[in-house]
């Protein structure tokens, strides 16, 4: 794999991937509890945005760069790396603005998602005032609760921000997050009642 043939960068990839064909057979409910939780991107805004729904998502989708923490030169041997003999033509000035992004958004300062944090299954649940003890000890050395209350999310994405709170140093057991994720889908969830 080359980064220029002909003035034009070059992505490889391997095989275009046979996951897509790896489907679950468990339930439900159950492949969602023994699957490790996956981070959620939101795509960037910008000209980048285009370059990325252009040339990076037919394989895969960009969830899967919140695992890295990286520096320019570690984003440019990863994308190599693991694109290795496979053709993702990117002009030169289009994987600039990849990389750009990349390390603005997921730089060696930040925290990389887990990859193999599975929620455990909960059998009690959290009152109002339990949860709020955990958000008061928890959650308050770096920023204040309205940060946490005036979010409304879906039980899915409390898990996802939860997680990587957990990372950046709140300190919560996996038992706790999950009673708090739970609490959170109820008491801030997407009802609009709420
Ligand atoms: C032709 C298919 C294909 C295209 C197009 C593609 N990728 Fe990939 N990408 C892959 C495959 C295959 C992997 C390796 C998956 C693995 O290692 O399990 C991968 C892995 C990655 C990873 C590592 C994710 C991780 O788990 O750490 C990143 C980051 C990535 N791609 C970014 C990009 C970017 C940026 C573009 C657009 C410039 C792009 N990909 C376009 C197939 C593709
Ligand atoms: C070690 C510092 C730290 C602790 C502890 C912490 N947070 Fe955060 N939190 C951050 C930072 C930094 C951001 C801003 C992240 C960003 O903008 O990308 C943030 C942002 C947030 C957001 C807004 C993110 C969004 O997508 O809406 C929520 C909600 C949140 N934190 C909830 C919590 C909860 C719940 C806890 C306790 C379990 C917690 N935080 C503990 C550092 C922390």
């Not at 003035?7 to 897509?20: E, H, T, Y």
């Not at 795509?43 to 285009?50: A, E, I, K, L």
């Not at 050395?141 to 039980?155: A, F, Q, T, W």
Request: hydrophobic residues 35%; contains cysteine.
């Amino acid at each position: 794999m080359k980064w220029r043939r002909g003035g034009v960068a070059r992505w490889s990839v391997a095989a275009v991937v046979a996951a897509a064909s790896v489907c679950g057979v468990a339930p439900v409910a159950a492949q969602f509890l023994e699957k490790p939780t996956r981070p959620q991107v939101e795509p960037p805004t910008g000209p980048v945005r285009q370059v990325i729904f252009k040339n990076c998502i037919s394989c895969h989708g960009i969830d899967d760069y919140a695992f890295n923490a990286l520096d320019r030169a570690g984003w440019t041997a990863l994308i190599e790396t693991r694109h290795k003999d496979l053709n993702v033509p990117v002009s030169n000035e289009d994987r600039d603005l990849v990389l750009d992004w990349v390390v603005a958004r997921f730089g060696p300062d930040s925290k990389p998602f887990p990859r193999s944090y599975v929620p455990p299954q909960i059998t009690t649940f959290f009152t109002d005032p339990e949860a709020q003890t955990l958000l008061g000890s928890a959650c308050t050395s770096c920023h204040g609760l309205d940060r946490v209350n005036e979010k409304r999310y879906s039980p899915d994405r409390w898990r996802v921000i939860t997680v990587d709170m957990r990372e950046r140093g709140a300190k919560v057991t996996d038992e706790e997050l999950e009673r708090l994720v739970e609490w959170l889908g109820r008491v801030r969830g997407t009802n609009p009642n709420q």
